[in-house]
């Protein structure tokens, strides 16, 4: 296969995910592509631009949410990364719940959900990367197989460039590529 230099642009992929903060009393939800793990440990970064309206929620009461919306949920995600929450109410695009593990909101709708606690925040360019501690987890039972979360039942959104995509199935199961002996 020939390979084409093209211009260094961060084009994915990325999973599609919905941060949530609780802003001015209100839950408030931003589309993002750039969310993540750090290392083994429960925690996950989020990276927001410092202007958005979630990122003063954020740093005004150290929680966020993390939700993966399931592709079916395109159109409410890409408006929610159109529209701010400073111009825009958006806290009725989605229906919220809580846990009393910490103050933001989380979406009914979406079948993954995160409820992280900020441990660290880290200024990049013109965004801060919070890396939040996971506190509460939710995910809806019927995307579990076999006592196990599946992807192919939370369908995420993938992000690429200019384009949306769904995924369609599992090809594989982690560490089987070989006997352990020759990695
Ligand atoms: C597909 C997509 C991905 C985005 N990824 C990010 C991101 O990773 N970080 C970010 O700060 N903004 C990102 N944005 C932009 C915000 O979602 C957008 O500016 C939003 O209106 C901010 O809302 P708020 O002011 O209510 O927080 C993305 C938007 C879209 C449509």
Do not use: W
């Not at 001015?24 to 989020?46: E, H, R």
């Not at 199935?169 to 006997?179: E, K, L, P, S």
């Amino acid at each position: 296969m020939n390979k084409k230099k093209i211009a260094n642009i961060p084009y994915g992929p990325y999973i599609t995910v919905l941060a949530g903060a609780c802003v001015n009393g209100k839950p408030n939800y931003t589309t993002i592509g750039a969310y993540g793990v750090v290392s083994q440990k429960p925690v996950l970064y989020i990276s927001l631009k410092n202007t958005h309206h979630t990122t003063k929620g954020i740093q005004e009461n150290g929680y966020f949410s993390v939700n993966i919306p399931s592709s079916e949920l395109v159109e409410k995600t890409d408006y929610c990364g159109m529209v701010s929450g400073k111009t825009n109410d958006k806290s009725d695009v989605f229906e919220s719940f809580y846990d009393e593990a910490g103050v933001a909101p989380m979406i009914k709708e979406c079948p993954v959900n995160y409820l992280c606690k900020v441990i660290q925040t880290i200024p990049i360019f013109d965004f801060t990367m919070f890396l939040g501690e996971i506190v509460a987890t939710y995910i809806n039972e019927d995307c579990i197989e076999n006592g196990r979360p599946d992807a192919a039942k939370v369908k995420p959104t993938i992000l690429m460039d200019t384009g949306y995509y769904n995924i369609q199935t599992r090809v594989g199961t982690i560490f089987t590529a070989c006997d352990g002996n020759k990695a």
